[in-house]
């Protein structure tokens, strides 16, 4: 990753220059992914009796 791409992805996030003074770039990365992961539209949630068999 290039660092305007970075900086582009941090921007989309909502992140400043000043909020990148308290993040690595693994924090950052991780939350563009949690982001990306919240607008994904799963086909089925798993719940109890789904963990309970695994």
Do not use: H, K, W
Request: glycine share 4%.
């Amino acid at each position: 990753m290039t660092t305007p791409l970075f900086l582009l992805r941090c921007l989309q996030i909502g992140l400043s220059m000043r909020d990148l003074d308290l993040l690595t770039i693994g924090m950052v990365t991780e939350m563009f992914i949690e982001n990306n992961n919240d607008d994904f539209d799963y086909c089925y949630i798993a719940d109890q009796e789904m963990f309970d068999n695994f």
